[in-house]
């Protein structure tokens, strides 16, 4: 046999041999392949080193980590931060992310710490939250769930006076959202996370209401109203034909006892003198002027024009039944005049 083809048998050899021994050591026959050329070159292919695992019972944020590579790590911490954060208003369900929060947590850090991190260790997930964030948010739900305060409102229904309910507003608690959203996050919390808010009472209610008069013109009566609740009424004397007392809403806005009276700027009143209070004063002993100019209810000495069109716009009432009217109203008494 030549030399060359000898050569050739040894090299077979010597890889077949090396080949048994790498199986047979469990290394794979990948892990140790040798090939041999015609020029004595050796190649080798070497064994992939698997990555390290964090050690068992490790946490971070409270997430487990342990057994886990750091990729793994990483993953599973970000996946538990980036949950929403379970917000309720009432009963509404808000659920804002972290980031639309401000918040940012140091993950790769954590993760970094857990890899040489004995085992059972527990690791805080450091977390900075941009307040400025929080604020807006807030501000965006206090504007969605903010009631104004509404006041009772007095109408005329059906001839009768009717108060409207009054509505309480509500209001967030801006301060306390605020600590309770970052101490949430800080905290790696979830919720849920009721946030409160105070009630704002209305300025006026229904028993800010006091007198209600309702004066029918075409009947010639005073109705007066405790409230919603009837309570007396009156005859009196509203205005001519050519001298209507006007309709409308009004209130009284002075009370006058034992009145002087003045003629006014009218054609009817054209050379007549003021009037001192006494006997024969065209007001009586009081006058309640309302906020229609020039008009009021007041008594009369003329008692006979009680239950007719006789006046020059104002309410006439018998000078008893004024005075005791006088004493039940007040400044703002709202006056109805209707034309029934």
């Not at 021994?21 to 090939?35: D, I, K, R």
């Not at 509404?150 to 006076?161: C, S």
């Not at 409308?248 to 003021?274: D, E, H, M, Q, T």
């Not at 009369?300 to 009432?317: E, K, L, N, Q």
Request: glycine share 10%; proline share 9%.
């Amino acid at each position: 046999m030549r030399r060359g083809a000898l050569a050739g048998v040894f090299a077979l050899a010597l890889a077949a041999g090396l080949l048994a021994a790498a199986v047979a050591s469990g290394a794979g026959p990948l892990s140790a392949l040798t090939t041999t050329g015609s020029t004595g070159t050796t190649t080798t292919v070497g064994t992939t080193t698997p990555e390290p695992t964090i050690a068992a019972g490790v946490s971070i944020g409270g997430v487990p980590v342990g057994g886990l590579t750091s990729t793994d790590a990483y993953d599973a911490v970000n996946q538990s931060f980036s949950q929403p954060l379970v917000i309720i208003v009432r009963s509404h369900r808000l659920a804002p992310q972290p980031a639309q929060l401000g918040a940012v947590a140091r993950i790769g850090e954590a993760v970094a710490r857990a890899g040489s991190a004995p085992p059972g260790t527990q690791i805080a997930l450091a977390v900075t939250v941009n307040r400025a964030r929080v604020r807006a948010y807030i501000g965006v739900v206090a504007k969605r769930f903010d009631v104004q305060p509404v006041d009772a409102q007095l109408f005329l229904r059906n001839l009768r006076p009717w108060i409207a309910k009054p509505v309480v507003g509500l209001k967030l608690y801006r301060a306390r959202a605020e600590a309770a959203i970052v101490r949430a996050l800080l905290a790696n919390k979830r919720g849920p996370l009721r946030l409160r808010q105070k009630a704002i009472p209305p300025a006026t209610t229904r028993t800010n209401f006091g007198p209600v008069i309702v004066i029918r013109r075409g009947s010639n009566r005073l109705y007066l109203y405790r409230g919603m609740r009837p309570w007396q009424v009156f005859p009196v004397a509203t205005g001519q034909a050519i001298y209507p007392t006007p309709l409308g809403r009004f209130r009284i806005v002075v009370k006058w006892r034992n009145p002087w009276w003045y003629p006014p700027s009218s054609p009817w009143a054209a050379g007549l003198k003021p009037v001192p209070p006494g006997p024969g004063n065209p007001l009586g002993t009081r006058w309640m002027g309302l906020s229609a100019p020039g008009v009021g209810i007041h008594g009369t000495p003329d008692a006979a024009s009680i239950g007719y069109s006789a006046s020059h716009g104002c309410i006439r009432m018998r000078i008893p039944e004024a005075e005791w009217l006088f004493r039940q109203v007040r400044i703002g008494t709202t006056v109805f005049i209707v034309s029934a």
